[in-house]
């Protein structure tokens, strides 16, 4: 019994044709955030990548992203064969992108144990990650289970969606129950009553499953999706595969797997997972997560501050000074700055939209 | 009478060799503010050439700058001859300066009247300038006057020193006063006793009087200047007149006039001029002076505002975004950014001494 145990792995797709708009500037549209070096050393993509390669029963990892990407990851990233990079032609949301990634792993093993993971998310606590992963993958064994990571909250925060669970639906006693609800992103009073009340995690956006069981539930709950699969499934391996992938890909609507899978499905679990994750969806969740020096700004490349407090500051390649600002996030790349006050940073997406409205493709 | 009126002449020396540190980093050593097209299309030196040229009583300008700042002098200004541009071997502050100024004067003609006109300050009302400097020409005419122009305040400002003038010693009714004394620049409280008493008018730093009465405040005043500066005007047009000049200028005590002549002597008048003046001295009066969009900013160059009020904001060559910051300002340029408060500006005199201290050069 031990021994079946210790054989089983875990296939794991990282997802990764994220277009990370809130970054910008240091974002672009040929550098989305997953392929910045915004903590640490290595890219947050090459981060994740690394985080899954340390663990004993990870037997493969794929990285699925846009043509626009490939290129640059099969250059950047390492660790990752070629043949291991699924391409989509077009980001259609997260249902589509896991589906497609699910029968490619269907076609190598159709009793594999998947696992997707965001590829620009922060986790510290190594060993905590890999337990609930562990965990996770058993949960599978002999279950039609759809499994979520939920993270306890450290506060009401209101830039993340949450998962209600089943206090009374207990797999395994204090770590897995039965999923209730999924709720999106709540205001503050929402989010205060949630983390309250004890119910309600993080949604961490990380999922297990057996490859068979997340086929099955877009084959019922998504039969338009299905077919287009199904369709892609036939072409693998010949060489229509592209062509068939394009014309499918057409037809595909976008839609995330919450939406269109989980929360019409009644087979979800949660793990409560103890490891430190973030999503680092803004410039603001980035300064939290940085290092601070003594007067509490986080600074990076060629920076004199005078006076000033609590700023985020990052200068690419040339000065930046600054005197008397509290609280201001300041992006200083070559070719385009951003000023924004800490408390404004969710309107960076406003902004590139802005630019994107005005055909400013250059700094995009 | 009137015809002697008529034939009567000025010549103007323009003090240009300031450095403008104010002004970083828009302003660098080699491009100091009076060399900025900070306020139109034209740089602040030849604004006030330009001034001078359309008087039609001043007979020649002069420009005295440094040795670092004669060539794009030459090449950049319109309307001065090369033989007219001065060279003092380095910043001595203005009383040395004036006095080189006078004596080449004082070669051509000893009976010249002289203005003094710092490069870069903002003057509106042309009609009301000329008529001033009229004013002060024909006051010099059988007095050894020294002359100075007195703006009236409209507002306490704490960034200028102020001339009180002696309201029973009135040379031209409501017009012309003899002076009683200097004040440094004030603290709030102090500016605002002065606005309120009437007798305070912000120096504006020009100043019309006799070559020969120059000379010989100088004489009396500051002996050992005078004795360098008789050394100059014996060598000057011969062969060893730039090793003299060196030579002496090594010995040369740096003082400025208002301390070394101005505040010594009581022949003092004062002009009270009606023209709207800036010394430009700041940031922050460069925002006051130009003309805001809907939402209180002054924007320059690729800039897009997507909340925010009052703010300076100049983008050189790339673009500058900025989201819910209000009362800063923003100067983005190639090699260095600046991001300051606007009730600091004041502050970036002493940001680029740090400059200098950290050896940083390439910014300078």
Redesign the interface.
Known sequence: MVKVKGKRKIVCVIMAGGRGTRFW?LSRNSRPKQLLKILGDHSMLQMTVDRLRKINFVEDIYIITGPDLEEIIKNEIEGISPDRIIVEPSGKNTAPCIGLAALHMAAKNPDSIMGVFPADHLIIGHQKFSSALRMAMNLTVGRDALITFGIVPNSPHTGYGYIQFDKRKETVPGKVYMVKTFAEKPNERVAKRFVRSGEFLWNSGIFVWKVSSILSAIELHMPELSQSLLAIYDALGKRYYHSTLLDQWELIKPESIDYGILEKSDNIYMVKSEFQWSDVGSWNSFFELSPKNGMGNVVKGDV?V??GENNLIH?NG????????DN?V?I?T????????R??VE??R??VN??EESG?EE?L
């Open positions: 500037p004199i005078l006076d200068s040339k000065l930046t000074a600054v005197i008397g600002i201001v300041i200083n070559p070719d385009a700055t951003l000023v924004v006050s408390d404004r309107d960076v406003e902004l802005l630019l400013r700094v």
